[in-house]
């Protein structure tokens, strides 16, 4: 079918043949679920005329002598005669309603009534299954089956996929979408001049192996679970949370099964003899907002953090909205309120109100339970200096009663070991974790007040649309509904991996194939590949639940490796590029700007894990934060030179540089950030302390590395900043800014110094500093360019 585009999305147009099959999932469904659904939906308590028109039974059901859908007798139907009523007092949908029938509607419900109004669910909550690979025309080239659906949607649009990306470009489009980080000149070079069948799944295997590869997809789940540093409300103090964080990046980089990530975050404290780590990734459910202000009503605010985690599991995991369900039953999706509280039970056994009588405001606050834990890296020399200091105490005792002449390890050799233990011991940092107490009990609240104990007591249950939980009799646990999620026999572990699938594909173009990456309900776009999106969805789950496998075979296939240049036709057609006929163009996330530049400069320091780092931020940003009164105080040391993912994230007052390039506060789960233009933005990466220590930075790498010439220094900046070589234009138009800067520093040194500053990165020795200025200036602008800081 042709297609038109309205305000961004795709749209199935009416078919040009009457006699064409209407498609309910694609033409009829979101027909209803927009104009009806309100007043004939899912909601019980808000069903106009006793008709209910989401599920097959209520729409062909008796009324009394007539239905509202008689297949193939659209005079017979109820709902024809209504919406086709000329009488605006008996029309439907109701004037007041404000959701008019357009007459192209109209026509594809009556016609699809004729054709005897078949009847399928939800695309959503139908299992995957695996699709025949489209055949193609010839002529048509393709790496892997991703390409032949494409291809094939393509040829029924009759347009062409773009010519493939350069090289240049397929490798700093990979080395961001993989790590988050530039590829090096040097990288560049290789890649471009290997020319054997195998160098870009090289490329590809050695990124995916990179410790740079679990920091890049850590910072997309940190969003999905509102990750930060401190507690949100109230004083918005920081709380103890950071080794979650490197327990997310480490379970990227092992490449851990999806299936046993979920489960060790929901209820690792649950699995038997829970490790270490399992407690440690059971802090996801301690990740929401919390507080311990004195007027806090423990009631009222246990009510809030449940509804909280209640949104958060149903957007990250099940892809859709139940936050309405707190108060209603869901207006156009098949849940129900008491799915809801049912759903929350599963957490009625967490010890989280502790922090009532407990919390503090001091930094960190207590939000017990904590435990206290080292590293790996640390529990292994734990474990090594444990053993030594066994080994020697043997040997010890054995020489000691065997041949006292012989030499024995001295008391200061054990005292050594032992204060090397202590000091490993002492690093150990606190963080939150999950404790199972005695579930507490849990109702319904009428309309979501915490005040109102008249509603029913439920026990925990998935949403009745999905059946029951195989337990018996024991009383079902986190660890049942995390098994639940990604069962791919009894449980919805299907669903979840056309969720997760669906978000694999945004990350790598930019826009998912179904474009609403929280909500996959009645009211969302349908996916524009659905055929595609399930079979990704299959191969998930197929292939042991592995995300590197999935990123690999994406950014394997031909359709990843296109060009972002569009032409006009396709930018008419298709310009949020749902079609996926071009690579998608769009400036990089908050983070790795900051990362973009100081790798440029040389001044980015790849230390893993640890506490959170605090960078440069304005001096008195936090004045207005109380409970305590604080002031911001930067590191002063290289951690201030970490990677984006390791910075403070404080939820009431984000940095402003994170904040200029659309970060969230992470006070809810973010699916998908903004990306916005602004003037402030652009101000940001040209004035924040840490963009001119880096432009400064590399301003000295210019001069001492660049060559001695102005066109041989700016070759080099251009290729260590976007990997190519400066054009004729841009090297007029940067020259005649060093030299106006010239002119101006030598005129007025002082300036020089001032934008040199005192700062931490220490300056090279022998720098003349009007030069040294004047190549900050052009490095500034190099770096603040649009290329520079775009993903193409």
């Known amino acids: ?61 008796d009324l009394g002598g007539y239905s509202a859908i008689a297949p193939g007798k659209p005079d017979k139907s109820e709902l024809i005669v209504r919406i086709s009523d000329e009488d605006p007092e008996t029309r439907m949908p109701p004037a007041a309603a404000k959701k008019q029938l357009t007459a192209n509607e109209i026509e594809l419900l009556t016609r699809w009534v004729e054709q005897g109004a078949s009847w399928s669910d939800h695309w959503a909550y139908d299992p995957p299954t695996r699709h025949p690979v489209p055949d193609l025309q010839t002529g048509d080239s393709a790496s892997n089956w991703i390409d032949h659906f494409i ?109 046993q990530f979920s489960r060790e975050q929901l209820a690792g404290d649950l699995l038997p003899e829970s490790t270490v780590d399992q407690k440690i990734a059971s802090g996801y459910n301690r990740l929401l907002q919390t507080s311990h202000e004195g007027g806090v009503q423990p009631k009222e605010y246990l009510a809030i953090y449940a509804a909280d985690r209640m949104r958060n599991l ?29 759903l929350i039970a599963f957490f009625a056994d967490l010890d989280e109100a502790q922090h009532f009588d407990k919390g503090a405001d001091k930094l960190p606050t207590p939000r017990p339970p904590e435990l206290p834990v080292l590293t790996k890296q640390q529990r292994h020399q734990v474990l090594e200096l444990e053993k030594l200091l066994a080994n020697l105490t043997v040997q010890r005792e054995q020489t000691a009663t065997s041949d006292p002449s012989t030499t024995s390890p001295s008391n200061e050799q054990l005292a050594a070991i032992k204060e090397q ?16 107490i005695e579930p507490r009990p849990i109702r319904i609240l009428p309309r979501g007040n915490w005040l109102d104990d008249s509603g029913p007591l439920v026990e925990p249950a998935i949403p009745e649309k999905f059946g029951k939980l195989n337990v018996g009799d024991s009383r079902p646990t986190r660890l049942d509904l995390a098994k639940w999620l990604t069962d791919s026999q009894m449980g919805v572990g299907p669903l979840t991996a056309r969720v997760f699938a669906n978000r694999f594909w945004y990350l790598l173009f930019g826009v998912g194939i179904a474009r609403a990456q929280d909500d996959f309900g009645t009211q969302a776009e349908p996916p ?24 690999k075979l994406i950014v394997m296939s031909r359709t990843y490796r296109q060009s972002s240049q569009a032409s006009e036709r396709l930018l008419q057609l298709d310009p949020y590029n749902r079609l996926a006929a071009r690579q998608s163009r ?27 780092v605090k960078p440069y931020q304005p001096v008195g940003y936090y004045r207005h934060l109380n409970f305590p009164t604080r002031k911001y105080e930067h590191h002063a040391d290289q951690r201030q030179w970490r990677r984006g993912v390791y910075c403070h994230w404080q939820r009431q007052f984000l940095h402003p540089m994170l904040k200029a390039f659309d970060a969230p506060s992470r006070e809810e789960c973010t699916v998908e950030r903004p990306i916005s233009n602004t003037p402030l933005a652009a101000l940001t990466a040209l004035n924040d302390p840490t963009f001119i220590e880096a432009a400064r930075k590399f301003a000295e790498r210019i001069l001492h590395e660049g060559g001695e010439t102005t066109a041989a220094r700016l070759e080099f900046a251009f290729r260590q900043a976007v990997s190519r070589k400066p054009d004729q234009f841009e090297i007029d138009t940067v020259t005649q800014l060093l030299n106006a800067s010239r002119q101006q520093y030598q005129q007025n040194p002082a300036a020089a110094r001032d934008l040199l500053g005192t700062g931490l990165a220490p300056l090279a020795n022998e720098v003349n500093p009007v030069e040294l200025a004047s190549w900050t200036t052009v490095a500034r602008a190099i770096l603040n360019m649009h290329e520079t800081i775009t993903r193409s």
């Not at 927009?34 to 106009?48: L, Q, T």
């Not at 099940?318 to 799915?339: A, E, I, R």
């Open 1 to 61: 079918m042709p297609l038109l585009v309205e305000t961004g999305r795709l749209h199935a147009a009416s078919p040009p043949n009457s006699k064409e099959e209407i498609d309910f999932r694609n033409q009829i469904r979101p027909i209803l679920s927009a104009k009806c659904f309100a007043c004939h939906g899912p909601d019980a308590n808000h069903r106009e005329g006793d008709l209910r028109l989401d599920t097959q039974e209520g729409a062909l059901g």
């Open 586 to 612: 769009y400036r990089l996330p908050a983070e790795f700007v900051r990362d973009n530049a100081l790798a440029i400069s040389g001044l980015l320091v790849l230390d893993s894990g640890g506490e959170s």
């Open 314 to 342: 149903s957007n990250v995991w099940m892809g859709v909205t139940l936050g309405c369900c707190q108060c209603h039953d869901h207006k156009y999706d098949p849940f129900t309120m008491k799915d809801f509280y049912s």
């Open 151 to 259: 291809l094939h949607r393509l040829q029924g649009e009759r347009l062409r996929p773009s010519p493939k990306a350069d090289r240049v470009t397929l490798i700093r489009r990979l080395s961001f979408d993989l790590t988050g980080l530039p590829p090096t000149p040097d990288e560049v070079d290789k890649f471009v001049h290997d020319r054997t069948p195998g160098a870009y799944e090289a490329l590809v295997d050695r990124l995916l192996a990179s410790t740079h590869y679990g920091e890049r997809m850590a910072m997309y789940w940190l969003d999905l679970v509102r990750y930060a540093d401190t507690v949100g409300y109230h004083g918005d103090q920081d709380h103890h949370i950071s080794p979650y964080r490197d327990y997310v990046i480490d379970a990227f980089n092992s490449d851990m099964p999806f299936d």
């Open 528 to 551: 524009v590949h659905p055929e595609l999106l399930d079979n990704l969805a299959v191969e998930f789950v197929e292939n042991g639940w592995s995300v590197k496998h999935m990123m």
């Open 421 to 436: 233990l202590t000091a490993i011991r002492a690093q150990a940092r606190k963080t939150m974790v999950s404790v199972a």
